[in-house]
């Protein structure tokens, strides 16, 4: 298989796993709001659980979301352009976008392997969770590598 498609396969099923967590985190949330109101007893714990998976659920879905292309655009400007402008801002782009993904992969490795503390009221690690941020940031940094790389092919194509 090639790599552009395993890591695709990847970011796929990370983002399918991170958008199954917005079920539990729903079910969570709506059973501490009742327990709270009827019985004034909420759920221990409620908060940082839904902080955990939503970290999980952004993080997982950020790579997946650039390889379907739904983050936000602005096309206002970019369909007055032609085609060879626009292949040359999405080259700038995707450089600058890998530049900075590339920075939040290098700090979020040293923030997340020196990480020790545990939450505050279930015990969980948080390393783990920390370390889910160069995860999606690898993932999401390929993704653009691989928009650059179709973006280099365009305006290879427009010369």
Known sequence: MAPR??????????????????????????????????????IMGTVELSSYMLVLFVFSGLAYTQQVKGHVRVTFLLSRLGPRWRYSLEVITNLLCVFIVGMLLWQGWVVGIEETTVSDMLRIPQRPFRLLLPLAALLLGAEFVFNLIEALGGLRREE
């Not at 399918?16 to 501490?32: E, K, Q």
């Open 5 to 42: 498609r395993l890591i695709q396969r990847v970011t796929h099923y990370m983002g399918m796993g991170g958008m199954f967590l917005l079920i539990p985190m729903m079910l969570l949330t709506t059973c501490d709001v009742v327990a709270r109101a009827f019985w004034h007893k909420p």
